[in-house]
C-alpha cells in the first residue's frame, strides 16, 4: 500500500513537472503588453495549460538575437514586419507554418494568409498610411503631390527615409509622379526640390500632433495607429483619401526553426488569429484586426484601419521590394534631401 502511495505521488510529481514544461517563448513589440496580456496571454495559458515567456524589443534588436542563437534557439514564435520576416526566412532563421493547423487562417482577409509565400508568415495586423490634415487651415488634400503645392508650402511634416512609414510614403507619390520604379527616384527627387519647404522630416510619429496642435503644420503622413492619438489632440484633423490611394503596412507572426513545440506554436498563433482575441484587441484600439468576423462600432473604427473597404485600398509596399531597395532609398535620400 505504502509502495503504490509512493508511486501514485510520484506520479503527480511528474505530471506537474510537464505541466510547468509546458513553455512557449514569443518576441513581440514592446508596446500595449498590458492591453496583450488580458485579450490574448492570459487566456491562452488558461486554454492551453502552458506558461508563457513573454521578450520584447524593437524589430531589428529581435531579429539580430534570433540570428545569434540560430544554433540553439531560445523563441518559439515571434512577431514583426512581413520585411523583417521575409529576411529572417532568407537567413533560415523561421520555419513554415501549417496552415491546416491555423483554423482561424480561414476568417483572414487574404492578404495576411501568406504575405511572404512560402507559409513563412501570417498576418495578424495591418494598417493604412495616408495624408492627414489640419481642416480649420485647409480644405481637403486629394492627392499625394498637393504635399508639394503651393497652398502647403511651409506647412508639411514628412517621414524621414528611416523610418517605417517613409518609404510608404515616397511610393504613394512615385506613384502619383506616374511612376512605379522600385527606387523611388523621382519621389526623392521631388522631395529634395522641396526640401527647404518643409517644416521637418520627422523620426517618431508621436511628434505630429503636437506640431498640428502648436499650428507649425497643416499636413503630414502618418500611419493609422496614430490617428486616433492625432484626433484626440487635433478634433479639427482629417484622415484624407488621395485618388491614388494609400499605403499600407503589415506585422505578422513566424515559428522560429527549431522551436521546441510547434504544435504549440500553432495554437498560440491560431489563438490571435480568432475572432475573439482579435475583438478584444480591436476594441481597445490596439490592433487592426485581420480577422473579417470581428465587427466593431463606428466610433472605434475611427481609430482603426478596419473594414473590407479600407482593407481593399491600401497599396502595401511588397517586403522583397523593402529588402532589395532599402539601401538605395536611403543612399539616394542621404545625397539629395539630407545634404
Not at 119 to 146: C, E, H, K, P
Not at 186 to 199: G, P, Q, T
Not at 230 to 241: C, E, F, I, Q, Y
Request: aromatic share 8%; charged share 20%; hydrophobic share 45%.
Amino acid at each position: 500500500m505504502r509502495l503504490l502511495l509512493s508511486a501514485s505521488l510520484l506520479g503527480l510529481v511528474a505530471t506537474s513537472a510537464a505541466a510547468a514544461d509546458k513553455t512557449l517563448t514569443i518576441s513581440v513589440y514592446g508596446i500595449s503588453q498590458d492591453a496583450y496580456k488580458e485579450a490574448l496571454y492570459t487566456p491562452f495559458e488558461a486554454k492551453c495549460g502552458c506558461k508563457l515567456v513573454v521578450e520584447m524589443g524593437n524589430s531589428s534588436e529581435r531579429l539580430a538575437k534570433l540570428e545569434a542563437n540560430k544554433a540553439k534557439p531560445v523563441v518559439d514564435v515571434i512577431a514583426y514586419s512581413d520585411a523583417n520576416a521575409l529576411e529572417a526566412a532568407g537567413k533560415d532563421l523561421i520555419q513554415p507554418v501549417d496552415p491546416a493547423k491555423l483554423p482561424n487562417l480561414a476568417d483572414a482577409y487574404e492578404f495576411a494568409r501568406d504575405p511572404v509565400g512560402g507559409n513563412m508568415a501570417v498576418g495578424y495586423t495591418f494598417y493604412g498610411t495616408s495624408i492627414v490634415y489640419d481642416s480649420d487651415v485647409i480644405d481637403g488634400v486629394g492627392s499625394w503631390l498637393d504635399l508639394f503645392g503651393d497652398k502647403l508650402k511651409g506647412q508639411v511634416a514628412l517621414p524621414n527615409v528611416s523610418t517605417t512609414q517613409g518609404p510608404l510614403a515616397l511610393q504613394m507619390i512615385e506613384t502619383a509622379l506616374g511612376s512605379d520604379d522600385p527606387k523611388f527616384a523621382k519621389a526623392i527627387d521631388l522631395v529634395a526640390d522641396h526640401r527647404d519647404d518643409i517644416v521637418t522630416f520627422y523620426e517618431k510619429g508621436g511628434q505630429i500632433p503636437q506640431l498640428m496642435q502648436q499650428g507649425e503644420i497643416a499636413a503630414s503622413v502618418i500611419g493609422r495607429f496614430g490617428w486616433a492619438n492625432l484626433l484626440k489632440t487635433v478634433p479639427s484633423a482629417r484622415w484624407a483619401t488621395p485618388k491614388e490611394g494609400q499605403s499600407g503596412g503589415m506585422n505578422v507572426l513566424s515559428i522560429v526553426k527549431g522551436a521546441h513545440d510547434p504544435d504549440l506554436a500553432h495554437q498560440f498563433i491560431d489563438y490571435w488569429l480568432s475572432a475573439e482575441v482579435q475583438q478584444k484587441l480591436a476594441e481597445g484600439q490596439v490592433d487592426s484586426p485581420v480577422n473579417q468576423k470581428v465587427t466593431v462600432s463606428d466610433e472605434i473604427a475611427e481609430g482603426l484601419t478596419y473594414g473590407p473597404e479600407m482593407a481593399a485600398a491600401i497599396k502595401f509596399l511588397p517586403a522583397k521590394s523593402m529588402l532589395e531597395n532599402r539601401d538605395a532609398w536611403l543612399e539616394a535620400w542621404n545625397a539629395k534631401v539630407a545634404q
